[in-house]
């Protein structure tokens, strides 16, 4: 029987920068979209979530970047960088 010894050549899986960082998968790609639905926590005094889903609408327009809201989700596009800090800010 023969005892087992380390490969010295690492793999290929060690060698794979993350998907996102230069040189990953996704590091090439210049656009995304992100798709999202707007759904306030309860209505207005009246009633109505209408104010509500107006002032998503306004923030998302105010962004700048190419954007469309439809029955069931709101789209925003850009590059990578630019719908990252736009969707994760608070």
Do not use: C, K, Q
């Not at 798709?35 to 979530?49: L, V």
């Not at 107006?54 to 998302?60: D, G, K, Q």
Request: hydrophobic residues 45%.
């Amino acid at each position: 029987m023969r005892a087992a010894t380390a490969d010295p050549t690492p793999s290929r899986v060690e060698n794979t920068p993350p998907a996102f960082a230069p040189g990953g998968v996704f590091s090439t790609l210049d656009l995304m979209i992100v798709a999202f639905s707007i759904a306030p926590a309860g209505p207005d005094d009246t009633g109505s979530y209408a104010a509500a889903v107006a002032e998503a609408v306004r923030i998302v327009r105010a962004s700048g970047l190419p954007n469309e809201t439809n029955a069931m989700f709101t789209n925003i596009e850009g590059d990578w960088d630019e719908v990252w800090r736009w969707s994760s800010r608070p």
